[in-house]
T-cell receptor, first 113, second 110 residues
Framework: KAGVTQTPRYLIKTRGQQVTLSCSPISGHRSVSWYQQTPGQGLQFLFEYFSETQRNKGNFPGRFSGRQFSNSRSEMNVSTLELGDSALYLC????????????FGPGTRLTVT | KNEVEQSPQNLTAQEGEFITINCSYSVGISALHWLQQHPGGGIVSLFMLSSGKKKHGRLIATINIQEKHSSLHITASHPRDSAVYICAVRSRGGADGLTFGKGTHLIIQP
């Protein structure tokens, strides 16, 4: 069974631009969570989607948004990029929302210049 | 909001040693996860616990719900165990997603 895939793997953007990252969960998994990892803050929860609905949201500004499609693939979007948005963005999938083991993708390394 | 503390932050040991990494949290949880992250970023889920003890190969994870504490043990450590180990908890209700510890950077020297 294929694992969680994320595209692109690396991305360089300029301050003020916007970016869209994509995550394809493991087949049969309907929950997708997004996380940001930085050297200073470590791993932080962004949001979770289940059956195309946002179930939970972390403490991030409204510039961070996401969505989930009917095939469970998810995208996250960051608008008006800031230097501090440079991070590794990870998604993880699991079968259902609320509990269960999560399977992480390889991440997208975003650099904002 | 749950606070997750891990110790030690850094640990260097010799091959074959018994390793213990600790995790404590402040608020009741529905589940605790131990994750492993190798250089390059990939994260692997090692264990998910809500009570008791789990074992997988040379890895053992325990949790004490009353004391809000979990430990990850590695027996007969090997250089390939070198990685960052991260504890993460899901608070009861789960509305905040996972809350992560800062991680323990483990180096096993041959």
């Amino acid at each position: 069974k294929a694992g969680v895939t994320q595209t692109p793997r690396y991305l360089i953007k300029t301050r003020g631009q916007q970016v869209t990252l994509s995550c394809s969960p493991i087949s049969g998994h309907r929950s997708v969570s997004w996380y940001q990892q930085t050297p200073g803050q470590g791993l932080q929860f962004l949001f979770e989607y289940f059956s195309e609905t946002q179930r939970n949201k972390g403490n991030f500004p409204g510039r961070f948004s996401g969505r989930q499609f009917s095939n469970s693939r998810s995208e996250m979007n960051v608008s008006t990029l800031e230097l501090g948005d440079s991070a590794l963005y990870l998604c993880a999938s699991r079968r259902t929302s609320g509990s269960g083991e999560q399977y992480f993708g390889p991440g997208t390394r975003l650099t904002v210049t | 909001k749950n606070e997750v503390e891990q110790s030690p932050q850094n640990l260097t040991a010799q091959e074959g040693e018994f390793i213990t990494i600790n995790c404590s949290y402040s608020v009741g949880i529905s589940a605790l996860h131990w994750l492993q992250q190798h250089p390059g970023g990939g994260i692997v889920s090692l264990f998910m616990l809500s009570s008791g003890k789990k074992k997988h190969g040379r890895l053992i994870a325990t949790i004490n719900i009353q004391e809000k504490h979990s430990s990850l043990h590695i027996t007969a450590s090997h250089p390939r165990d070198s990685a960052v180990y991260i504890c993460a908890v899901r608070s009861r209700g789960g509305a905040d997603g996972l809350t992560f510890g800062k991680g323990t950077h483990l180096i096993i020297q041959p």
